[in-house]
């Protein structure tokens, strides 16, 4: 067994890393399960095993079947070489830590993870070196999750949807509302939605949401406008 893969058997980490790279090499040739385990010295099974890693993780990787089948990378799905510095990408990393339980925050730590698995192994030390003397208070509360990425998907998919929120005073309620978009101000984040019971637009502060539900429904194409004009200290976030 050679040093390399001794290593790679011995930290996983860096063997998954190791398993994505040589499947962009592979191109549209693939490699098959027997193929992987003996350049990295484990069994069939832990191959396995780390190809469902890598998938659960939202690399695009896909099994292809029959005669001289194997695992093969979505060319299309996946990064080029990243130019990054290490600074850079801590600033990422330390935006991606600050949002933390807020809207779209997995999917941002999903994009960092794809950053960092096309980087120099070196810069990317450096990175993670740099990012350990960046420190984040993560003590705010952000309300349910599961409410947060229904309310996510309702927005990426176009749907309606049912909340259960609850006022100022506490008293609790279930609307359906057609989503229109996101805002964080006055140190909150809100969902800005047309509440179809009062039949306008409402606020409504995700760490006051108590449930939401997707509905199979599409919903009503509401415009931003619709919402009125946002102050002048406001942007939205493809503008910035």
Known sequence: MSPVCHYLWVNRTDRL????????????AGRSAERLAETFSVSVRTVKRDISALQHGGFPVWARPGPGGGYVV???????????TDAEVSGLA?????????????????????????????????????????????????????ARSAIERALHEGRALTLDYSDRNGDLSTRTVDPVLLAHTHDHWYFVAFCRASEGIRWFRLD????????????????????????PTAEAVGDI
Do not use: C
């Not at 890393?17 to 549209?28: D, N, S």
């Open 17 to 28: 890393y190791a398993l994505r790279e040589e499947l962009r090499r592979a191109g549209a």
């Open 208 to 231: 006051r949401v108590r449930g939401a539900r997707l509905m199979t429904e599409p919903a009503a194409d509401i415009p931003v406008d619709a919402v009125g004009t946002p102050p």
């Open 94 to 146: 330390a935006a991606v830590a600050a949002h933390r339980g807020q809207p779209f925050d997995g999917h941002a730590r999903a994009a960092l993870v794809k950053v960092l698995s096309v980087m120099d192994p070196h810069a990317r030390r450096r990175a993670t070196a740099l990012s350990g003397r960046i420190w984040i208070d993560r003590s705010a509360q952000h309300g349910d999750g599961r």
């Open 74 to 84: 979505d060319a299309t799905a996946t990064l080029p070489p990243v130019n990054l």
